[in-house]
């Protein structure tokens, strides 16, 4: 059971009637229920509630029924919930040991219908384990892929470095650099000093933050397959195989749930 059809993405005029001011008040309750859910237990599901949660006043019946959906889903997965497990373990006591920061951000290019702005998805990982994920529409409209890549990238880098002064100021150890995936070849050579163009000048600015961040040694771009990055399903809803697999990397798979 998917949280959204697959390749769906919702719009003000979807074609049906508005919600009466009661169903408007039914869709609201449902919708701020489900962002407590997701936000403390439920993370792959935020790209479907974050196009819900835009809609708060002039919701259609075809919101309504994307609402359901949703809700079944969770119905039919309630087993699954936000899986921390990390693949180091810190004893407490060694000041040597050096916690590993990861992230992986992807975007969706005019992910948007209404507004054609891009969608930014980002997951930081402490010591193999999802400790922040986002699912956000971009609050620019961004020229091109890249841009757009770039912009997701430099969300995802902010919450690395936060989690990284988090335990820095605990006087604890951060194993450097951090390295942030991408899915994008283009970003990834931007941000290497591989590539570059007058016609890139328009994401000067988040380049020279990354480029910054990879000359002093606190952070590195690297490219990943799309088939492995798992923060695709928070800009895109994808097919029941896809997520899965990737939706896995947060509440974990059934199997491991049942043990």
């Not at 809609?55 to 936000?82: C, D, I, N, V």
């Not at 690395?160 to 970003?187: H, I, S, T």
């Amino acid at each position: 059971m998917l949280p959204a059809s697959i390749g769906s993405r919702l719009s003000k005029d979807d074609g049906t009637e508005l919600l009466t001011r009661e169903e408007q008040t039914v869709y609201r309750k449902g919708v701020g229920k489900l962002i407590h859910l997701t936000k403390m237990s439920r993370p792959e599901t935020k790209n479907r509630l974050r196009e819900l949660s835009r809609f708060m006043s002039q919701a259609t019946q075809g919101h309504m029924a994307a609402l359901k959906q949703l809700m079944l889903h969770y119905l039919k997965t309630p087993e699954r919930g936000w899986f921390i497990k990390p693949n180091a373990k810190w004893d407490g006591k060694d000041k040597s040991f050096e916690f590993v920061i990861h992230g992986m951000s992807d975007a969706e290019y005019a992910g948007d219908r209404d507004e054609f702005r891009s969608v930014s998805g980002a997951t930081t990982f402490l010591c193999g384990a999802p400790i922040a994920v986002r699912s956000k529409m971009q609050n620019i409209v961004t020229l091109s892929v890249t841009e757009a890549e770039f912009v997701a990238a430099v969300g995802c880098a902010q919450d690395m470095l936060f989690a990284m002064r988090v335990l820095e100021d605990m006087e604890l150890k951060v194993q450097k650099p951090m390295v942030l995936y991408v899915d994008n070849k283009g970003a990834v050579d931007l941000a290497n000093n591989w590539s570059s163009a007058g016609r890139t000048r328009h994401v000067a600015n988040r380049v020279a933050f990354l480029r910054e961040l990879k000359e002093e040694g606190t952070l590195v771009l690297n490219w990943i397959s799309n088939k492995n990055m798992c923060s695709d399903i928070l800009t895109k809803n994808v097919g029941l195989k896809d997520f899965n697999k990737h939706a896995a990397v947060y509440v974990g798979d059934d199997k491991s749930m049942s043990e």
